[in-house]
C-alpha cells in the first residue's frame, strides 16, 4: 500500500508546472527548487490524500510528516508535511517539536518558519512549563530563525499571551540589524496591540532608543501613532 507521503508527492509532480516553478522560485529568492504548484492546489491534493487514507492520527501524521520533510526535493513538499501537521490531532502535541524544530533550522526562511508559529503557540499553551525555558533560549540563539520563532510565538495567544515570555523574546533581539527579526519584533507587539494597545505603547516608548525604526513603526502601525 502506498504511503500517504509517497502519494502526495506523487500527485504533486503531477500537477507540475514548470514556468510557474521558475517564478514562484525567484520570488521566494530560495535555493530549493519548486515544482510550480500554486498553494489551493497543493493543499487540496494534502487534503484529499489524507481523505483517501482516512488516518488522521497523529502517530501516523508525524511519521509521514517527517518523512515527507526528510525526503523533499521541492518546496512544496515541505508546505504539506507543515499541513500535515495542523491537523486537530497534533494540536499541542509535544512529540511533534523535534520536526518543528527541523522546520525552523532547515527551512531557514520567512515562509517555512513563519508557517511553524502556530504550532510553537499550542506547544506553548499545553506544555508551557518545557516551552517557556526552551523559547527564552531560542531567543538568544545564533541561529535568528530560533530567534525569530521565539519572538513570534504567541502571534496568536492575544489575552493569554505571557508578557515576561514575550519581553524576554524581544529584548535580546532589539539591537540585531537582521530584518526578519526587526519585523518580527514589529509583527509582535502589532498583534498584541490589538488585546491591549497601552501596553505595547508603553513598552515602544520606554526602549524608543533601542528598537529599531521598522520595529517601532510595525509595533504602531494601527494605533495611528508616528
Excluded at 507521503?5 to 521558475?22: F, G, K, N, Q, Y
Excluded at 492546489?41 to 501524521?61: C, H, K, P, Y
Excluded at 532547515?106 to 499545553?126: E, K, Q, S, T, Y
Aim: net charge neutral.
Amino acid at each position: 500500500m502506498i504511503q500517504l507521503s509517497e502519494r502526495i508527492t506523487r500527485d504533486l509532480a503531477a500537477a507540475a508546472d514548470p514556468e510557474a516553478a521558475i517564478a514562484m522560485q525567484r520570488y521566494m529568492k530560495t535555493t530549493m527548487p519548486f515544482l510550480g504548484v500554486r498553494a489551493p492546489v497543493a493543499q487540496r491534493i494534502v487534503r484529499e490524500a489524507v481523505r483517501a487514507e482516512g488516518n488522521t492520527d497523529w502517530r501516523f501524521l508525524l511519521a509521514e510528516a517527517d518523512h515527507l520533510w526528510e525526503s523533499a526535493t521541492h518546496r512544496e513538499q515541505w508546505y504539506a508535511a507543515q499541513q500535515l501537521t495542523g491537523y486537530r490531532s497534533c494540536e499541542g502535541r509535544i512529540e511533534f517539536l523535534d520536526l518543528y524544530e527541523r522546520m525552523v533550522v532547515d527551512g531557514a526562511w520567512w515562509d517555512i518558519v513563519d508557517n511553524c508559529h502556530r504550532r510553537f503557540g499550542m506547544l506553548l499553551r499545553d506544555h508551557r512549563r518545557h516551552l517557556d525555558p526552551l523559547l527564552r533560549t531560542w531567543a538568544a540563539e545564533p541561529n535568528h530563525w530560533k530567534r525569530r520563532t521565539a519572538i513570534i510565538a504567541q502571534l496568536s495567544a492575544k489575552t493569554e499571551t505571557d508578557l515576561a515570555l514575550l519581553e524576554a523574546a524581544i529584548l535580546p533581539n532589539m539591537a540585531e540589524t537582521d530584518f526578519f527579526l526587526r519585523k518580527g519584533i514589529g509583527w509582535a507587539l502589532r498583534e498584541y496591540a490589538k488585546t491591549d494597545a497601552q501596553w505595547v505603547i508603553t513598552f515602544v516608548e520606554a526602549h524608543s532608543h533601542e528598537l529599531s525604526g521598522l520595529s517601532r513603526r510595525e509595533a504602531l502601525k494601527n494605533l495611528h501613532i508616528r
